[in-house]
């Protein structure tokens, strides 16, 4: 049984850094692709990055590019979420998720993920 566990989050000042981490278990991950996306209060989840397992490519959506660094260490079956510079705006829950189909890059689109996690707070105070 594929889990995905978050941690990581918490409250942080405007400005500051948080890394986020989610470890996957239940699967050899290497054809998969990995996504972090989050959800504000009232609004829809949305994607922030991926990387794939196998070679690491990345993605970002424009809006966290240059702020947010997304890696993986393939012994420790754990991806990250580095948040720097971080705003009040970036108040959300933050989800991992996994998607099988995705050895040579990962989706914008969470439809196309297959596993999620619950999910980590994190609230930026201005």
């Known amino acids: 049984q594929v889990q995905l566990v978050e941690s990581g989050g918490g409250l942080v000042q405007a400005g500051g850094s948080l890394r986020l981490s989610c470890a996957a278990s239940?699967?050899?991950?290497?054809?998969?692709?990995m996504g972090w996306f989050r959800r504000a209060p009232g609004k829809e989840r949305e994607f922030l990055a991926s990387?794939?397992?196998?070679?690491?490519?990345?993605y970002y959506v424009d809006y966290v590019k240059g702020r947010f660094t997304i890696s993986r260490d393939n012994a420790k079956n754990t991806v990250y979420l580095q948040m720097n510079s971080l705003r009040p705006e970036d108040t959300a829950v933050y989800y991992c998720?996994?998607?099988?189909?995705?050895?040579?890059?990962?989706?914008?689109?969470?439809?196309?993920?297959?596993?999620w996690g619950q999910g980590t707070q994190v609230t930026v105070s201005s």
């Open positions: 239940g699967r050899t991950f290497s054809g998969y692709a």
């Open positions: 998720a996994a998607k099988s189909d995705g050895y040579y890059s990962g989706s914008y689109y969470r439809s196309t993920y297959d596993y």
């Open positions: 990387i794939t397992w196998s070679t690491g490519r990345t």
